[in-house]
């Protein structure tokens, strides 16, 4: 193993190198946010192709590029690079276990894009190569640092609302359908579960914690990809959650969290809210807001820089735990729905590693 991590870890001034994998709109977005923090370098990009790692690294300002050649992929080439010390996975999803577990072997600290990975035996596999190296590894769900997010949860730790008894949360937009795009992708884990579910599933898990049952019902399409799929979830003493995720339809993007004392909603979008609507004991209705000048990316790239410095291979905002267990819940809901992509089938050393990865 490398030895960023011996090398950082209790530096609390060191500047930390990144390396971003794929150049496609989400990490343009985190980029943007990547590059407002005063400890980060913007080291190398990666890309399947030249000119898109070129003009990614000359928009943002990256020192290096990388793109796939015959010899090697971009992505892990970037790996080779010694001056990297952490990365940043946005890749489509069927390819995060074979890139992030490429970036472990190479001795680098990852954040990956949310979902970890398709199912729950790749994200076990992907925790224990983390642990056995010793180094940082972290899903990105943004929304879990947000400070609405973590307001919210301060809320009903001080019992504003009494217990929660149950949470209601949607998220769905109406999908172009394109058998090209990743969204509606078999292979590329397509479908509304694992794209937008994970955000209605956070909030679930915040308030109510895991569930002792869960029950999916949807529809899927002509390629076996979920278009809307409901998730119940039940918890001792008659708790629930009702979650609904879709890429067929709009819908308000709120959560709703009701307690024995009050509730409590969130503004849209529920992954990333402004404004928090509270009713509490005292049953006056108030709003409280969160103005944000960065797209909200920040708040997780913040943590991940600061556990590497102090030496934590997981966030206790984003443990390991959580993560396997919301991926067991994911499959579990494709179990029910008959939902099966390339990757329950197999994880080859060589998966994701053709013309498609490091996009």
Known sequence: MGAPGENIAGNAKRVLRWGVVATGRIAHRVTRDLACLEDAELHAVSSRSEDSARAFAEQHGFALSYHD?????????????????????????????????????????VLCEKPLTINAREARELVRLAGERGLFLMEAVWTRFLPATRRVLQLIREGEIGAVRWVQADLGFP????????????????????????????????????????????????????????????????????????IQSAGPGMVTLSGTAGWIRTGAPLY???????????????????????????????????????????????????????MQLLDEARQQLGLRYPNDEVSSPTAGTGPTAGN
């Open 69 to 109: 050649t015959p010899a090697a992929t971009g992505h892990r080439q970037l790996f080779a690079d010694p001056m990297v010390d952490v990365v940043y996975i946005a890749t489509p999803h069927a390819q995060h276990f074979e890139v992030a577990r490429a970036a472990l072997d190479a001795g680098k600290h």
């Open 175 to 246: 999908a172009v359908y394109d058998p090209t795009d990743r969204l509606w992708d078999p292979a590329a884990g397509g479908g509304a579960l694992l794209d937008l579910a994970v955000y209605p599933l956070t909030w679930a898990v915040a308030a109510l914690g895991f569930p002792a049952a869960l029950k999916a019902k949807g529809h899927l399409n002509q390629d076996g990809v979920d278009v809307q799929t409901t998730l119940s979830l039940e918890y001792p003493e008659g708790a629930a959650a009702q979650l609904i995720s879709s």
């Open 272 to 326: 990333n809210p402004r404004t928090v609507e509270i009713c509490g004991r005292d049953g006056r209705t108030r709003i409280e807001e969160f103005p944000e000048d960065t797209e909200g990316f920040i708040h997780e790239l913040r943590e991940t820089a600061r556990c590497i410095r102090t030496g934590l291979q997981e966030s206790p905002l984003m443990p390991w735990n959580d993560t396997v267990q919301v």
